[in-house]
Structure formats: structure tokens, C-alpha cells
């Protein structure tokens, strides 16, 4: 690490309302770097460079880096990583409002990456699969609590509406965890890298708005049985005919199931709109 991030680090005090906790551990940029495998060519985008750790690095490896920051304190410091301005295009904006796809001006799918502020992750990650069509993958550091939901299998305690969501547009892989010294300030949490890769299904979703909010329905009283949760959407008698257990739970169902009942829902309305709920 430079001497001029050094001193950067020592200027800038870590904004509790940006969730900042800034990385600078450089085996584990290093592993990021070699997770991402970036291209000269790619069109990649870091989202929260905050002082640029990751930011130059990145800059070694791509002819052109777009990076999407909402501490304008922090702005003359990513300005300083790059002579040329044409190279690092600073972006200063909220990530949770920013629309990623109007980067995507040519052929080439969006590479995302970034340490996302963990207290705006999960929202983050809602708005950013909004763009999943344009994009190639993403490489986030997260809290591990939200990999292991990311990455969780039907019928274990992580498993919830944000894997079921992600299901349905996106893999998830979780690459590897890091500890609270590899940030200033460190974070009372351990981290975990994972890579989110958008793909097809292997199950059919005939509208993706219905999906969704199948699958919000069902975990918003998680605890109670399908019937209870679904009520106003189905009846007993209708999840069962997916050939779902009415009394089970939404932790149990798997994405394919979540996409069963929504296509049923579907199914119903647009051969009966009067009926269907």
C-alpha cells in the first residue's frame, strides 16, 4: 500500500452512515483480483470504492473503470489514483438509486463489484438483480450472514426471501470469508466474499413480478403454514393442486415450488380474471 493511501486512510474518518469500513488488506484485494479475473476489455463496474484500495488494482487491469461512490468527501481522493480522468469515470451518486443499466452502452455485459455497506446490503442486492439481464456477474464482500442466506439450501434457518429472489434470476457462490482486521474500521462481523452470476432457471417463470411476490407473501409470516401465509392468494386447496403441502412452511419450498405456485396464480387469473385473486 502507498504511502498516499496511507495518508488518505489517516485523513478520512469512516462515516457510520455510509456503513463504511474501508479494506486494506492486501492479500485479500489480491484474492478478489484473482477471483474476478478481470479483462482489458471488461466493462466493470466497483460500486463503494471509498479510498480507492480496491479502485487501483482494479485500474491495472481494465482500460476503463466506473465506479459509483456517495461520499463526495472521498471523491478527490479516487481522483488522485488515475492521471487520466478518461480511465476512472466517477460516478458520484447512492447506489441504491443509480441506474447500473445505463452503463451498459454497448454489447458488453456490466461486471460488478465492491465491500457493499452492510447496513444496505440486502436492498442493494434487490436493486442490482433489477439489472441482472445486463450483467455478467458480480463480486461482492458482504456480511457473512447475508452469503450464508445467499447460499442456503431449502429447509435450513438461512434460507428466506432474499435466496429465493436471487434463485430465480442469479447462482450465488460463496468464494471466501475475511476477517474484521482487513478493514479500518473493522467491522464487528466476519465478511464473505461471494460471486452472483446471473443465469436462466432451470424452471419456468411466466411472470417474475408474480414470483416475487409469492415468495414475500410466503416469508413474511414465516413461521406460520402456507395456508396462513398465502391466504388472499390461494387456497388450501389450489397449493395443493401445485402438488405442495398447504401445511408446510416457506422455508421448506424450494425455488422451483415458489415458481410453481406463482405460474398456477398466473394460470388462474388470465383464464379467469374475475375469480382469480
Known amino acids: 500500500m502507498s504511502a498516499d493511501r496511507h495518508s488518505a486512510n489517516d485523513a478520512h474518518v469512516a ?16 484474492r478478489i483480483l484473482r477471483a474476478l479475473r478481470a479483462g482489458a476489455d ?10 480507492g484500495a480496491l479502485t487501483q488494482p482494479l485500474l491495472d487491469h481494465v482500460a476503463k473503470l466506473h465506479v459509483v461512490e456517495i461520499d463526495r468527501d472521498v471523491i478527490p481522493h479516487l ?17 441504491l438509486e443509480f441506474d ?4 451498459a452502452l454497448d454489447t458488453r455485459p456490466l461486471r460488478l463489484i465492491g465491500n457493499l455497506p452492510y447496513n444496505i446490503s440486502t436492498p442493494l442486492l434487490f436493486h442490482l438483480l433489477g439489472f441482472a439481464p445486463k450483467v455478467r456477474d458480480m463480486h461482492f464482500m458482504l456480511q457473512k450472514e447475508v452469503v450464508d442466506r445467499l447460499t442456503a439450501a431449502p429447509g435450513g434457518k438461512d434460507y428466506g426471501r432474499l435466496t429465493a429472489t436471487v434463485a430465480a ?6 468464494l471466501f470469508e475475511v476477517g ?25 417463470i411466466r411472470d417474475i413480478g408474480v414470483y416475487d411476490r409469492v415468495v414475500t407473501a410466503a416469508f413474511s409470516q414465516r413461521r406460520k403454514t402456507l395456508t396462513n401465509s398465502l391466504r388472499g392468494l390461494f387456497s388450501a386447496s389450489e397449493i395443493s393442486a401445485c402438488e405442495i403441502d398447504p401445511r408446510a412452511r416457506a422455508e421448506v419450498l424450494s425455488p422451483a415450488q415458489f415458481a410453481a405456485l406463482a405460474n398456477d396464480w398466473c394460470e388462474r387469473r388470465s383464464s379467469n380474471p374475475a375469480t382469480a385473486p
Open 42 to 51: 471488461d466493462l466493470l463496474v466497483e460500486i463503494g470504492p471509498g479510498l
Open 15 to 30: 462515516r457510520k452512515r455510509f456503513g463504511q469500513h474501508f479494506l486494506h488488506d492486501p492479500y485479500v484485494i489480491d
Open 169 to 174: 434470476r442469479a447462482s450465488a457462490d460463496a
Open 100 to 103: 447500473f443499466g445505463a452503463l
Open 180 to 204: 474484521p482486521g482487513a478493514f479500518n474500521p473493522p467491522p464487528k462481523v466476519t465478511s464473505s466474499v461471494v460471486r452472483i452470476t446471473p443465469r436462466p432457471t432451470a424452471f419456468t
Open 79 to 95: 481522483r488522485k489514483l488515475s492521471s487520466d480522468s478518461a480511465r476512472l469515470e466517477i460516478h458520484l451518486a447512492d447506489a
